[in-house]
């Protein structure tokens, strides 16, 4: 499978970069699996409270989990298993391939970060139908070249930086952190003749402080640190806070240029942070802190929560430590897991910056023992967080057995007085690596799933809906079969006119209802003469 994987990566590299503006459809495995599963859905909207933040999107529209305080709501409704529509892309014949992050603009576009060994790109998608408005090419990856090296595709697949994290600001721009060790912020617009463009609107170059002697194909010998910028973020004075993979944490200020840094010795960061009006919130593989800025804007530990690490990393992990990004809930809770050996914990810690006392509220096991891993972070919506277990998937390059992955989807509710939480269901459903997400419109929870086909070498692939309230699953909707419509990390999206987005390891799929239209009277009088 490996001599496979690097045929087909040379053959990425050698193709052309000048792909079509219509999409060329995912093409599915033998399909023996049914293509619907359960029953149509009705909405019951799920009461949480909203998120602002005067220098990004709209929430729900703004990053990979939706907005600043991760919380991976979307406040539009999503399918609701109504004779489902299903249009596909595929990105693996040119660079941009796998789309991990989507985001909307104003006027509705989907802007993607689209990845590949090749390259990753900003697309702008039409909304539903995939079709290609404009592209715009970062620089390659330090991973990416020593991957091909090496021939070891896992680098790529524990590398967190080159863009995913990045944010859709209030004025529809894309504000992200290259491989350059630049923070870049790309502006669109429409042309005379009425095509759509990207165009730099404004780069900031970090090298100064933040190290970046990487193996590249101009360098194959360093001898020096490497230190890739992961994720970035504004803070509500308009300062764009940034984080490194190991354990740097830094501000911009994009008016001056100014940058401070500061550095968690020791420690790694692998995931995105959170953001609210008082403080960023990041986790290290040793603990959760909230930072604000000294008077010269630089990151100083407000409080600090360590937890426990175990003692390995997990099947699937980047690193030992927690696999989540921070997810906030309404104005006073932030919710992590730790990485314990027997069952990792969900742990709620009260994140007030001038709270006395003990923030942790709660520490709840979750799934079964020696089976219990998360990569990603959590629906947080109110006083309700939903989680889903990804141990046993590791990557869809890598995946060989399925049997192995356990499922659990499982709803925490934090008590109103605060003296802990509790369990309000279990789901013994599998969502091996999806960004999940709640339609608070329609209190549905979207995940994406896989059945095992009959007489089939390859599973098939489902996006799958349970109510929030009850924990039980709604629907499934075949998407198709094998490697090319495995998710591998990415997001689901919901659009503004409830489509529902999934990134996949080879393009993007779009997934929609399309009610049947209602009989008038005088045809179905007319029908009944006949």
Sequence with gaps: MKHHFFALLSAVLLAGCSPSKEPEPLKSSALTAPEFIGQSATAKPFQGSNITHPFMAKAGKSTIHGDGFNSDVHLISGPLGINPQIQTRDG????????????????????ALCASIAGFEIHMLKPRSLELLARFKLPNRPSSFQALVKRDPTIVMTDTSGGAYYYLDDQDRVVLADSTQRIIRLANRQTETGEWEFYLDGSWDLSHEVPNDCMNWNNW??????????????????????????????????ETGRVKSTQFKGEEIQNSFAMDENAAYVVTDHATYAMNTDARGKPTVLWQEAYDRGSARKVGSINQGSGTTPTLLGDRYITV????DERINLLVYRRQPDFNGQRLICTVPLFENQQSATENSMVGWGRTIIIENNFGYSSAVQQKEWDVIPGGITRIDIRKDESGCDVVWNSPEKAPSVVPKLSADNGLV????????????????????????????????RTGAGMAF????????????????????????????????????STEHGANQG
């Design 337 to 340: 897991t730790d990485n314990a």
């Design 92 to 111: 693996s014949n040119m660079p941009g391939g796998m789309c991990a992050t989507v985001t909307i603009t104003t006027k509705d576009q989907l802007i």
């Design 446 to 477: 979207y995940f994406y799933t896989f059945e095992q086909q009959k007489n089939a070498e390859d599973v098939a692939w489902y996006l799958m809906a349970l109510d929030a309230n009850s924990g039980k699953t709604a629907f499934k909707i």
């Design 221 to 254: 010998f360093p001898d020096g640190e490497c230190d890739p910028i992961t994720a970035v973020l504004p803070d509500h004075k308009g300062l764009i806070w940034w984080v490194t993979r190991y354990g740097r944490v830094g501000t911009l200020n994009p």
């Design 486 to 521: 495995d998710n591998n990390w990415a997001p689901i999206t919901i659009g503004t006119d409830g489509t529902a987005y999934v990134g996949t390891i080879k393009g993007i799929i779009a997934i929609w209802d399309e009610p049947q239209p209602a009989l008038s009277q």
